[in-house]
């Protein structure tokens, strides 16, 4: 017998979220302290649309994993132990949290994760996402790569815990082998780079390359793309038109200052050598999404209020976070799981079958605040 919802029910999230710090941690970037206002608007505006327009409500309770696997697993096991109706995230990893969820039979949105694994369904029923496969960046990759006949190339990436380039560089060497695009040789820096302080990995990671092949591409943050630029073109490699870079970020383009990819953290102006190697670069980035200076503006104000009460920086000089795509995502999960609850509620479903939340979730169109 099918459970009907007929009175007015607070279903709330378990918000799995990394912004914070432990104690002696200078190094892990805290993805939340920039995104998290976005679960607060969407919550907001589920409210006062569809949720609250059938009397229920939605509410959502913040777990922090300080970005570390072992304290994002307990957390899934503490959100269950309070009742929670779904699961939105986790961040850095998701493979061993999913798999709870599942055994808990509740639904998994994740708005960050990309571990390959999740994507089996017969392990992972009640496990969604709303960022895009890293598949779909690979495969712009290969498709560049092919275009220009750059059959033998050398990959270079960050392998650090902190970020997931090392997950999405097993799957950029998965795609070119199925392109029938040969990795010659695979090299990695482990510690992410700012160029003009500290040593510059590249130098020693040229040296061993350079004599493999003639094309090099790197996985890593658009600042340390520069590092790789600069030791090339220091090197002569660049002068004779021989040698060419195809990088691949996963944050968005900021159109609105382009400069800042030719120029060190902190600095004011570009970098002459960069400027010149820069002609024998080619970026494979998410593009930059249309009207989302308005979502940026909305999750900023939303991240200054409780549950966070995180302040902004820039407020006194009339500027804002620059957030990351990862808030769209976010903000889209919420949205998504919100819309699946309202057909399961309204269809006489049990709300808390997080196998059904999942089904009615697929195949669904939407418009994302990605655009």
């Known amino acids: 017998m099918a459970l009907t919802e007929t009175a007015t029910e607070t279903f709330t999230i378990g918000y799995l979220t990394g912004s914070q710090r432990r104690p002696g941690d200078l190094e892990y970037p805290r993805p939340g302290l920039t995104i998290s206002g976005a679960i607060s608007l969407a919550v907001d505006e589920v409210n006062k649309g569809i949720v609250g327009q059938r009397g229920h409500r939605l509410d959502f309770i913040v777990a922090e994993t300080y970005g570390e696997e072992v ?36 639904p998994m949105i994740s708005y960050f994760c990309t571990h390959y694994a ?17 598949t ?64 510059n990995p590249f130098y020693k990671l040229v040296e061993q390359t350079y004599r493999d092949t003639r094309i090099f591409v790197i996985l890593g943050h658009y600042y340390e793309h520069l590092g790789l630029m600069v030791a090339m073109e ?15 970020d996963i944050e968005q383009y900021d159109n609105e200052n382009p400069s800042k990819y030719l120029r060190g953290l902190l600095r004011d102006e570009t970098d002459p050598v960069a400027q010149k190697a820069f002609r024998n670069y080619l970026g494979v980035v998410p593009s930059s999404p249309v009207g989302f200076e308005n979502f940026t503006i909305l999750v900023n104000s939303y991240m200054e209020k409780p549950p966070f009460n995180f302040p902004n920086p820039l407020i006194f000089v009339g500027g804002s976070k620059r957030i990351r795509a990862e808030a769209a995502y976010l903000y889209d999960a919420v949205h998504l799981y919100a819309k699946a609850l309202i057909q399961v509620l309204d269809e006489g479903g049990n709300p808390r079958n997080g196998t059904d939340i999942i089904d009615h979730m697929k195949e669904t169109h939407y418009k994302s605040a990605m655009g």
């Open 71 to 106: 304290i994002s697993v307990q957390k899934t096991a503490d959100l269950w132990t309070k009742n929670v109706s779904a699961y939105v995230g986790p961040q850095e990893t998701c493979e061993h949290e999913a798999f709870m969820a599942a055994a808990f039979n509740l």
């Open 118 to 134: 999740t994507s089996d369904k017969t392990k992972f029923p009640t496990f969604a996402r709303t960022r895009p496969p890293d």
């Open 136 to 199: 779909q960046i690979s495969k712009s990759v290969a498709s560049v790569l092919v275009a220009f006949n750059w059959t033998h190339v050398v990959l270079l990436y960050l392998k650090s815990p902190d970020f997931e380039f090392g997950n999405i560089a097993t799957i950029v060497l998965q795609t070119l082998a199925s392109a029938g695009i040969t990795v010659i040789t695979t090299k990695y820096w482990d510690t992410p780079y700012h160029h003009g302080y500290g040593e």
């Open 234 to 248: 220091e090197k002569k490699l660049f002068d004779k038109g021989e040698y060419f870079v195809l990088g691949v």
